[in-house]
């Protein structure tokens, strides 16, 4: 059998708090730090103890980063899950497990190998305190996968030398578990497996990190000084990363005082409301929540529409509606953030893709509504926000500027012959602003959700209340010029498709699957609302574009057609929503599948 | 309420304050209130304590929720920059904005409704934050905006004006207050500006959470005969125990209060808090001591009116946060941004 580097999805089977995302975790990171292109996916109940979890590591020299449908190696070490883990192994794939206790004979299957491994009981004569030897479970399948994979041991001890610095008591201990595992593997088992790892030197200077973080670190690059949140999974990490980095980036040197302020808030209305207090008083100023957040930040989001004031808003989405499952991830928040409080309100939206681009469209939305003077909405998920995604290092241009947008200065005032704060001046439906407290006679105005007129005045006049709303749709033009182009590759394709988010992560690898079969498509990444010239010309120009999404309803293809009054039957919906993300060969069949059912021309006859 | 404009003149021979100003520079848009409103009393109040303080009438961040309230921000300090937000959010809004710039003296002005039913929990949150403000609740007992409905501060069996009896126990906002922190609690009534005055002087002055209790009433919707939240309860029930004084640093020390023991006490910027007590037995820097008392005196049917606590050295939340000295607003990119040298260690972390 020859033998296969780099190519393969390993799932770990697991009990919720036991110890083994810090195993896991090590790895994913072995293989990394090897080289080799890996993604993760964090698979957990919305639990702390004691429920199952699995943790899968995709591995691809090609760098297809989304997942794929089937385990070639299975860690099972949870018994509550065996039945289903035993199952979910691909013909020809490998089962791993503890065979302390032998495997039921019903779990048997003829067309996977079996690898047991007596880990329990290899731990018994080795360790006496039974904690231990309950979390060096862990790290002894990790040892004995580092032979099974031919994984470079010296990667994984000097992994756990720098987890455990400062602890080294626990170095040794940990060192040995991991060889149990290993010289386990190499006497006993047939080691290293035709399925294996090599060094690669495909990564580049990749960095490997989770999306959440990189919004909390951007968010600091960006100039937030606060940052005002409630609990809520799967955003909490972007709050507890701004923190955590800010605590040692933003630190006046000379008395170890802040420069910048964090609130964990009583709610999410709350958190929204610091928000937009703090940017009306000049601060730039983020919250981050998730789906049910943002139905309770829907009011204010209505009054910083309307009274014009900048926020920034990061929803790491979930699978909805209600609770629905909070700790998997979804697309389905698109049109309740576009359309996000009750009467005529919609809002730009950012929708990142890997950590890069969350750190990116971090700094990018402050300045955005600091520009736009409204709130904007980046639409992560749990896909990119909780899972840690290869991604190109983080970057800062030292000479770019923050854009503060309009806001006039007490010199600025003085200059000016008549101050109108809703006035049109420049044409663009974005009129001037002050901050409380600039000047001692002039600038001084009131902010409402009430109607008023180009000068901030109270009034009920029809035409004043309609000339404001439709100023506030010249403003939505202004911010079409200004949110960032999709991401198009065109080559003269009939059909097209569209995605945005992590939809992206497994679409090269789809199109790379539809190719043998004659079917070839133009991309197009939508990166944010209200959409560009160049997205309404890429699906004028094609005669058919799948909008590939993970929701029920299709909400972004919804979203395309009301605003853009397309044709409904040009644009093909494929969704999926099952709560696991996306992966190539889903997207792949459904394309393939709506071919075939509208005879649709392929370029070359269907390989066999 | 008048639909005449307020003339831009003034008399010449207005009095000006340390800074060089008349009231008048303090004064807001004329107020579309109902003529009597408790509420145009206490914005009044408000006028004349930052008037008789100096304080720059443009450096102030007025917030409010929505109600009869709310309005009022619009009818004091026009010089200054209001927010009208959403209903029972001020207390967020104003935290943000106090976050943003701790410079400016930060205002909130609410209604019963707005603190006490839909911003309950908001109310509750910005007390225990401590943020540096002056909280003042316009406290009528009833939703006046919305033609009279019962609000949660009505007393139990306090009834409407066609007679029915309010069936539930009311929140008192400033036991709360005391409950949960606030370095400052008052209560006043909107008809007794020689008392409401020195009040707001004080809690202008203070360093932290100044929660004051304004009993404001109705005169639409609650101030008949049966209502406790009427010019005439007040008058009969209301029971002052602790006046004070706000004594500015040059100014003559003088009273007009009946006899009681006195208490001098230094505010954080030098100036003097004076103190009378008008109940000997009562302490206004025992917090438990002040809720049992108030608390005995409401199931009495007296409302406890003065400055019912006060603890001047209590850290805002600024202290709490520890943030830097200088307004976050005023930070530049230079204060705030690590610059891209700080990504490489960042970026090594991550491999």
Not at chain 1, 205 to 213: T, Y
Not at chain 1, 468 to 478: A, D
Not at chain 2, 167 to 180: C, G, K, T, V
């Amino acid at each position: 059998m020859d033998t296969i580097y780099n190519d393969f999805v390993i799932r770990f089977a697991n009990v919720n708090g036991s110890g083994s995302a810090s195993a896991n975790g090590m790895f994913a990171k072995a293989l990394f730090r090897m080289g080799i292109p890996v993604a993760t996916r964090n698979i957990f109940p919305s639990n702390i103890q004691g429920l199952p979890t699995w943790f899968e590591v995709r591995v691809s020299e090609q760098g297809y980063l989304g997942r794929r449908e089937g385990v070639d190696i299975m860690v099972a070490m949870n018994a509550e899950t065996l039945v289903e883990d035993v199952a979910s192994v691909k013909p020809g794939g490998y089962l791993v497990y503890d065979n302390s206790k032998p495997l039921a004979k019903t779990l048997r299957r003829d067309d996977i190998n079996e690898i047991g491994i007596p880990i329990a009981t290899l731990l018994l004569t080795e360790f006496t305190d039974p904690k231990q030897r309950s979390l060096f479970k862990n790290i002894t399948y990790l040892g004995a996968l580092a032979g099974l994979l031919n994984i470079e041991f010296e990667v994984i001890t000097g992994m756990v030398a720098t987890q455990y610095k400062g602890k080294d008591a626990l170095i040794a201990p940990n060192i040995h578990a991991l060889e149990i595992g290993r010289d386990y593997a190499y006497q006993y088992l047939s080691a290293p497996l035709p399925l294996q790892v090599r060094r690669s030197n495909s990564l580049g200077d990749k960095i490997m990190l989770d999306g959440n973080m990189a919004a909390g670190l951007g968010s600091i690059y960006g100039g937030a000084t606060v940052c005002a949140w409630y609990p809520i999974t799967p955003s909490t990490s972007v709050a507890e990363a701004f923190e955590q980095h800010a605590n040692k980036l933003r630190i006046d040197k000379a008395t170890g005082q802040k420069k910048f302020a964090i609130i964990q808030a009583e709610d999410e209305l709350a958190a929204i409301g610091i928000v937009i207090g703090a940017a009306w008083n000049g601060a730039r100023s983020f919250t981050a929540t998730s789906g049910p957040g943002v139905s309770l930040m829907s009011e204010f989001l209505g009054l910083a529409y309307f009274a014009e004031l900048p926020a920034v808003l990061w929803d790491i989405q979930r699978a909805g509606p209600s609770t629905g499952m909070p700790t998997r991830t979804q697309q389905s928040d698109v049109l309740a953030a576009a359309y996000a409080s009750h009467g005529d309100t919609k809002h730009p939206l950012l929708f990142p893709a890997d950590p890069k681009e969350c750190f990116d469209f971090a700094a990018l939305a402050l300045d955005l509504a600091d520009r736009l003077q409204t709130p904007i909405i980046v639409l992560s998920d749990l896909e990119l926000g909780m899972n840690d995604n290869l991604s190109d290092p983080l970057e800062w241009d030292d000479e770019r500027r923050y854009d503060r947008g309009k806001v006039l200065d007490a010199q600025a005032l003085d200059d000016l012959e008549v101050f109108g704060r809703y006035l049109d001046v420049d044409g663009d439906g974005i009129g001037y602003r002050t901050l409380p407290g600039t000047h001692p006679d002039k600038g001084g105005f009131f902010t409402r959700g009430t109607s008023r007129d180009e000068f901030a005045a109270y009034t009920e006049n029809p035409e004043a209340y309609q000339r404001n709303m439709e100023r506030l749709l010249k403003k939505w033009q202004t911010a079409a010029t200004l949110i960032p182009r999709a991401e198009i590759s065109q080559n003269g394709c009939n059909g097209g498709v569209l995605y945005f988010g992590t939809t992206a992560l497994p679409m090269p690898e789809a199109l790379d699957l539809l190719a043998p079969e004659g079917i070839q498509l133009d991309t197009c990444r939508v990166r944010g609302f209200p959409f560009g010239e160049e997205v309404v010309n890429f699906i004028n120009e094609h005669e058919f574009v799948f909008v590939v999404e993970q929701n029920r309803d299709g909400q972004m293809r919804k979203l395309l057609i009301n605003e853009h009054d397309f044709d409904p039957h040009k644009l093909v919906s494929i969704t999926y929503y099952a709560g696991l993300s996306i992966s190539a060969d889903f997207i792949q069949q459904s394309i393939a599948d709506y071919y075939q059912q509208h005879k649709l021309a392929r370029l070359t006859e269907v390989q066999s | 309420m008048t639909f005449v404009a307020k003339p831009k003149t003034r008399h010449p021979h207005l009095p000006v304050n340390e800074i060089g100003l008349t009231r008048r520079d303090y004064e807001g848009a004329v107020s579309t209130l109902c003529a009597g409103c408790g509420h145009d009393s206490v914005s009044a109040a408000i006028v004349q304590a930052c008037a008789e303080l100096s304080l720059p009438p443009h450096r102030f961040a007025k917030v409010s929720g929505i109600g009869c309230s709310s309005k009022t921000p619009s009818y004091f300090l026009s010089k200054s920059h209001g927010f009208n937000s959403v209903h029972g959010r001020m207390p967020s809004v104003i935290t943000g904005a106090n976050l943003a710039n701790k410079d400016l003296h930060c205002v909130g002005v609410s209604g019963d409704g707005d603190s006490a039913s839909i911003g309950m929990g908001q109310f509750a949150h910005v007390v225990r934050r401590r943020i540096n403000m002056l909280y003042v609740v316009d406290n009528n007992g009833t939703y006046g905006l919305t033609k009279g409905q019962f609000s949660a501060t009505n007393d139990l069996g306090s009834t409407s004006k066609k007679g029915v009896p309010n069936l539930y126990a009311p929140i008192d906002l400033a036991s709360i207050a005391l409950q949960l922190g606030a370095s400052f609690v008052a209560r006043s009534f909107s008809g007794d500006k020689r008392q409401l005055v020195p009040l707001m002087k004080a809690a202008l002055k203070h360093k932290g959470m100044a929660f004051i209790d304004v009993i404001s009433p109705c005169v639409a919707f609650n101030n008949h005969q049966g209502s406790t939240k009427s010019y005439e309860y007040l008058r009969h029930h209301g029971q002052n125990v602790v006046n004070a004084d706000y004594i500015g640093d040059h100014e003559e020390i003088t009273a007009d209060y009946a006899p009681g023991s006195v208490e001098d006490v230094t505010m954080p910027d030098g100036s003097t808090l004076r103190m009378y007590k008008l109940d000997s037995a009562y302490d206004p820097h025992d917090r438990v001591g002040a809720l049992s008392y108030i608390q005995r005196k409401q199931q009495e049917g007296e409302v406890v009116t003065g400055l019912l606590y006060v603890d001047p050295d209590a850290a805002d939340c600024h202290e709490i946060l520890d943030t830097v000295e200088q307004p976050l607003n005023e930070l530049t990119e230079q204060d705030l941004c690590p610059g891209n040298a700080a990504l490489t260690a960042i970026n090594a972390s991550f491999r």
